[in-house]
């Protein structure tokens, strides 16, 4: 399918930028949402028509808002929304301030929900398009460390599952796109909370495993399966990309059921049916 027209939050750096290009380079039309042009300048004559930039702060919901309207008016369709823009913040759950915590829900969780329901009302009226959300491996399992991070990736994954169910009825495929490490700005972006000096052995361990473990690819790596995932007539709700982290999720899912068939009988005996109290909901 030629000429898609895609609508890509974060759109100037990192993997946002990746698929920004990916999309330009088959002949696709971008809308490219970011606070900053950034590397967006260094290919707009390039591809003169095909991208349209918008100013745009996705934690600033009537923002989001005035941008989807522009850029469907401009090209008359949307065929393809990337909902990518995110940061990190990095802390023990106890060190984690209150402005990070905002920052980062506001951004991550609410910043997608509004350029969700942004678009929805012009996807609805097409009866079709596709919702692939950025979410991260960080979004099916956290760690010491990555406890914020997660939650707003969480919360994500939980939207989006409600989603795809109600989207489904017009048409729209919603797909939860799960990335592991690539070398992007959210490395050199990511913020870092207030320290307590009890955590430092904490983090010297933590240091050392990310150190030996750790395998981050190339952006443009992420783009050409994103590309991939974009083409499915049929795509699943959820996706990994890399190939470690693949195993990494498989090995914890395979945890967690086992770890349900141990405690099954504690499970199974909270639960017996009982009629409904007298006056209840009243």
């Not at 913040?89 to 990070?100: A, K, N, R």
């Not at 979004?139 to 989207?167: H, M, N, R, T, V």
Request: net charge negative; with cysteine.
């Amino acid at each position: 399918m030629k000429n898609r027209v895609w609508l890509i939050t974060g759109a100037s750096k990192g993997l946002g930028f990746a698929f920004t290009q990916k999309a330009l380079e088959c002949g696709d039309t971008v809308i490219a949402l970011s606070r900053t042009q950034a590397n967006l300048a260094h290919i707009d004559k390039k591809y003169s028509g095909q991208l349209l930039y918008i100013k745009t702060d996705v934690s600033l919901r009537q923002n989001v808002f005035d941008a989807v309207k522009t850029g469907f008016e401009h090209f008359g369709k949307i065929d393809i929304v990337v909902n990518n823009a995110g940061i990190m913040v990095t802390g023990m759950v106890e060190e984690l301030g209150e402005e990070d915590i905002m920052n980062t829900l506001n951004v991550n969780f609410l910043g997608s929900l509004w350029v969700i329901q942004a678009v929805m009302p012009y996807l609805r009226g097409q009866k079709q398009g596709k919702i692939l959300q950025i979410t991260s491996i960080g979004g099916l399992l956290s760690g010491a460390s990555a406890g914020l991070y997660s939650a707003s990736k969480f919360a994500l994954e939980g939207l989006c599952e409600a989603l795809a169910q109600e989207a489904a009825y017009f048409g729209i495929k919603v797909v939860i796109v799960e990335p592991g490490g690539y070398w992007t700005n959210l490395y050199l972006d990511m913020g870092y909370s207030k320290p307590i000096d009890d955590y430092n052995k904490v983090r010297e361990v933590l240091e050392k495993l990310y150190a030996e473990g750790s395998i981050d690819s190339a952006p443009e790596t992420a783009a050409e399966a994103l590309l991939k995932i974009a083409g499915l007539e049929n795509p699943p709700l959820r996706i990994i990309l890399g190939s470690k982290i693949l195993d990494i999720a498989m090995n914890n899912y395979e945890e967690k059921l086992q770890t349900m068939k141990r405690h099954e009988a504690i499970s199974r005996s909270a639960e017996k049916a009982a009629p409904m109290p007298e006056g209840y909901g009243a």
